[in-house]
């Protein structure tokens, strides 16, 4: 309707390059640019991608130079179905790859960093690094990483980035999109550094406690086996061994020579010797 397609020329803002609806033979029936409907696409890859079936998700191309928009572009389309449930033509919203390296940029991220929303493909849709897009890293560890999980980190040489990189990566749930950071050695000295320095502390921590820890493990054998010696030596010498608090109450009471006054060895301990020997 003419209300709508006054609503859909509204759509202008970074990152979009434009906005369209193509039906079933190709053809733009509704773009946000001047002079583009009418224009064939019935032979553009995120036109293709669409015909066969319906995946239920959308298509994030390659960038490349839009046939209408004359302007490298990434294209993220959706399939329209018709009410019947066959194709009857795409939604595209047309995106700008370098917003992104601006957005990074205002960011303030040094050369010591890679910033990268690649496809499942392989292929870079932007970065932080303007010659990377449209750049195919297929080959490179991400890719045999992902096929183990869907999120990870690790270090190892990039392709893009000739250098090696300490690298976190995380498919999107959303979108058919990978977003990767990778940091080189040189961004991350002063964290290694930092980092030794706290394992070598907390090395020198641990040492200290395994070794005070053996110290007195073996210091309470021996006073183990140092009272046990001492038990034995004054349990069988005929002589009394005691010893009481200031209230005159024994804390001790132990050798052979106990059993000549009537007592056993122990017997006394707690009670005073006012009671015991009030004579």
Known sequence: SASLEREFRHIAADPLVAAGVV??????VLSTLPNAVGVNLANVPHFVHHIA??????YFGKPFVG?????LSIHMTRRINAADGGFDGIAIITMDPFYFTKFYHDMDFTDQYIIRMLGQDGIIRASNVAAEIGRDMAGAELYRRMNDAAAGFYHAPELAADRPLWVSYRI???QPVVIQVGRSDEALAPFLQRRNAYLLFAGGVSLFIIVSAVFIV???RRQRQTDILLRTFVSNTPLVFYAFDPKGTFVLSEGLALTGIGLKPGEAVGRSVFEL???
Request: glycine share 8%; charged share 45%; no cysteine.
């Open 23 to 28: 039906d079933a033979s190709g053809n733009l």
């Open 218 to 220: 073996r210091r309470m």
């Open 172 to 174: 999107s749930d959303e």
């Open 277 to 279: 020997y009030r004579d």
């Open 53 to 58: 079936a319906d995946s239920g998700k959308a």
């Open 67 to 71: 046939r209408t928009s004359k302007k």
